[in-house]
């Protein structure tokens, strides 16, 4: 027995070692893996995350940047990064979240400006996750070059609410987020796509601006797609905390598939319709989860937000889906949340 133990011990030792592998290492590591088995041990390695940020309409990103790196992390499956403009852009709110990141010193500006030397190194993570924001400052075109070629050879992407809104300019950007708003895109970017009331799916290429909301409230999201393993085993309808119900996104909508949509029932609706709210798209051999979801921090404390945020995650990465549906999750009846703690 005791040889047996030791040989075990340097089996894990050994599965543990490669957490600096490539992406299609650490992937493969997954694969060959229990997928009944969520614990660390089991994946050999954690999956890297990359965050990026640092221009956002909304004031929250400092605060909210710092919950999804913990979010990702409590998971056990994820070792998170955070890389960011040295020009930033609405910190101030929350500026006190800003050392957090690990990132050193940046300069906060009254208006977004292009940061020259922001170049992260995606080739090295397995998913990266864009916290920018309406208004956010273009990346150089060399790293939308290297963006466009990490997805498109098989790097996984999260696209997180306001960042569906940024860079309206670069066409692979709008085909890899599906449908986007504001930033003065139109019916030349792509056709409304939503579901009616009585369930059917419309693309509409009718003219019009893109992006709107009513005010923030608890809204009911209908699961679309019960069996996309980012969905599976969600209630078909679930509530959200107070939040944003995005409407009249457009797009180019190409390899797009809607997992759940939401409907304002506030007292301003801009639709009566259900719209997008939680979408895959292909781009390349890359996987896109884009999520709608997380106007503020008591947004973002949601427990609809927490799961579906890190199954996507863990899904843009590899494909498969091990985190499972908490017993908290929200149900039609119950809207859940839990208090952020900075831990």
Not at 290 to 318: C, K, M, N, Q
Request: aromatic share 10%.
């Amino acid at each position: 027995m005791k040889t047996l133990s030791f040989i075990v011990l340097v089996l894990v030792s050994l599965g543990l070692a490669g957490c600096q592998g490539t992406q299609t290492d650490r992937q493969d590591n997954l694969s060959a893996s229990d997928p009944n088995d969520g614990s660390l041990s089991a994946r050999r390695s954690p999956l890297r995350a990359l965050i990026v940020d640092g221009q956002n309409n909304h004031e929250v990103w400092p605060k909210s940047t710092i919950m999804m790196k913990q979010y990702l992390e409590e998971t056990g499956f994820f070792e998170v990064d955070i890389q960011r403009t040295q020009y930033t852009w609405n910190a101030k709110r929350e500026s006190d979240y800003l050392p957090l990141a690990g990132v050193g010193e940046t300069t906060d500006l009254e208006n977004p400006q292009a940061d020259p030397d922001f170049s992260p190194a995606f080739e090295n993570y397995d998913v990266v996750i864009s916290n920018f924001g309406w208004k956010a400052a273009n990346w150089p075109e060399s790293t939308q070059r290297a963006f466009e070629a990490y997805i498109a050879a098989g790097g996984g992407f999260v696209s997180v609410h306001a960042a569906d809104n940024s860079f309206p300019d670069w066409p692979a950007y709008n085909k890899m987020i599906g449908l986007g708003g504001w930033g003065d895109r139109s019916e030349k970017d792509g056709p409304y796509v939503y579901y009616t009331n009585e369930g059917e799916l419309v693309r509409d290429h009718s003219p019009g601006n893109s992006g709107a909301h009513g005010p923030s409230h608890i809204f009911p999201i209908t699961v679309r797609v019960q069996d996309h393993p980012i969905t599976s085993g969600m209630p078909e309808v679930w509530l959200t905390t107070k939040d944003e119900c995005y409407a009249k996104l457009r797009g180019p909508a190409d390899n797009m598939t809607i997992l759940a949509t939401g409907k304002d029932i506030s007292s301003n609706p801009p639709t009566d319709r259900h719209e997008p709210m939680l979408m895959v798209v292909d781009y390349g051999e890359g996987r896109i989860f884009h999520t709608t979801l997380a106007h503020d921090d008591y947004s973002i404390e949601s427990v609809g937000f927490i799961v579906s945020f890190v199954r996507g995650a863990e899904w843009a990465a590899t494909g498969k889906v091990t985190i499972p549906i908490p017993a908290d999750f929200p149900s039609a009846e119950k809207s859940t949340s839990r208090d952020f703690k900075l831990e």
